[in-house]
Structure formats: C-alpha cells, structure tokens
C-alpha cells in the first residue's frame, strides 16, 4: 500500500481521531478526513496547531511518522513508533556487533550508489555525468579517498553553477535542499525503526549526538532525488525557491510518490525506503 504524506500548513488547525480517520479541522473550511492507516509521514507546519492525544497514540501504532517544523518551515523534531517489529531486540543485539570491516563495506556500498545517483542527474540536466560513476567503481571500503567529497566538489557547482556553495545556513537552493532532505531523513528514519534497527547506531555517522545516524547513512544515496526536483524549481524561474511559498513544499513532499528502481524493482519512494 501506498502511504500518503500529508503537510498541515493552515494556521489553527485542529487535529483528532476518530474511529480510526485522522480529523483535520480548519478556519473557514468543512472538516475533512482521512484513514490513519494510509499515513506514512505527518508534517505539521502550523505552529498553532492542536492535537488530541489520540493523534500520537493512533499514528505511531500504525508505523507513522509524525514532523513538526520551526518558523523556518525545516522540520525541528519528529515522533516514531518504538515498537515497530517483532524481532526488534534480537536485530538491535546483531547491529549492536556488527563487526568494522562489515560497516565499512556497507559504507562503501552507500558512498558508491550516492555518487552513480549524482551522475544520473548529471546527465539529465547539463549532458555529461562529469566522471562521477567512474568514479563510484573506485570507492573502496570506508570511503578511505574520500571520494564522497571529491564527487561534491565536482557535482554542486555543475549541478547550480559555478558560484553555487552547498550552506546548510543558506537560503534559496540550499534551503529547500535543507527541507527535502530532511524529510526523506524522516522517512529513512520511519523505515529503519520498522525493520527492528535502532536509528541511533550508524555505519559511519557517529556523532554522539544524533540519534538517527543510520538514517543518515541510508540517506546518502537518496539525496540526489532531493536536488532533482530543487532543480526542477530552479528551472526557467528567475527567483530562488521560497520555503514560505507552499507549492515549494509540496513539490519537495510528492517526491514520496516519485517511483524509483530499487534492487530491480519499482516502488514509489516511500515504499522503496
């Protein structure tokens, strides 16, 4: 089943449950509704939005992920379910020891598709994929060359042009690459905490800080569906892309529905993850 992802954006939103839909009650418009069990994400970007308990407690039992955002329109926090497999112990005991050389090969494996993805946006929007995938068979277990780096040095500035910089503190491009990615880390984070794996123990993040470091191992190769669609945004308009202007945010929120091939099968995004 395909999951929806929805995006809350109008001031004084009320949401409830009940039996078993999500009610979405707003100013001036009839309530509407929706099955929980159809969410895959939750974005709540109403900062004088009001739950019912009952909105939690119903989406994380159905495997949802409930996002809720600052005044910057980038997610601040989300929820996930704790319970979400039936061998969850046993598996985070195995992640817990999964031996070095294994991270580094897994490592390797992510690096290695991140940068074919990078080329393959490449050749669509400029012709030439810049020796990106050339560059992916070189990767080497753990990344020891670091050509992850390398590759971004050559791919933002083909990609955006030659004055672009990749500034998380950035406006324009670089904040609506900011939202995408961080709400496929969502989803990334959803689909790790459903297969029994803890979120906090990465491959190669280790930040002590960060509780979803293997969700941003499984990212790195997903990013580049994130800068396809900034780019679509980019095209034959002549001002940055806005966070403040939602049919951004909804551009960046359909790519869930982008279908995508995965181990030789087609899935739309959410369902691949």
């Known amino acids: 089943m395909i999951r929806k992802t929805i995006e809350i954006a109008t001031p004084g939103t009320r949401l409830s449950v009940s039996r078993k839909q999500l009610v979405i009650e707003r100013p001036a418009h009839k309530p509407a509704t929706l099955p929980i069990e159809d969410i895959g994400v939750l974005v709540v970007d109403d900062r004088r939005a009001v739950y019912t308990q009952a909105v939690f407690v119903e989406l994380l039992a159905a495997g949802a992920t409930i996002m809720v955002t600052g005044p910057d329109h980038l997610p601040a926090g989300m929820m996930l379910p704790l319970d979400a497999h039936h061998v969850q112990t046993e598996r985070h005991r195995a992640q817990a020891e999964a ?19 990078q080329g393959a946006v490449l ?37 955006f042009g030659k004055d672009f910089r990749r500034d998380r503190s950035a406006e324009g491009i670089n904040a ?59 095209i034959d ?12 945010r909804a551009v960046l929120l359909s790519l869930f529905n982008e279908t995508i091939l995965v181990g030789g099968r087609k899935s739309p995004l959410l369902l691949a993850l």
């Open 176 to 234: 609506a690459l900011n939202y995408g990615y961080a709400v496929v880390r969502a989803a990334a984070a959803r689909a790790v905490v459903a297969a029994g794996l803890l979120p906090s123990l990465g491959v190669f993040h280790k930040n002590r800080s960060n509780p979803f470091c293997l969700a941003d191992d499984l990212l790195e190769p997903y990013r580049p569906y994130v800068d396809w669609r900034v780019k679509i945004l980019t």
């Open 99 to 117: 031996a070095e050389p294994a991270k580094k090969q897994i490592w390797r494996a992510l690096v290695s598709a991140k940068l074919v993805q």
């Open 123 to 159: 050749e669509h929007f400029v012709g030439e994929p810049f020796g990106l995938p050339e560059m992916a068979r070189r990767v080497r277990s753990g990344d020891p060359d670091n050509l992850e780096a390398q590759g971004a040095q050559r791919y933002w500035p083909a990609l």
């Open 237 to 248: 308009n002549p001002n940055p892309p806005s966070l403040e202007d939602r049919a951004t």
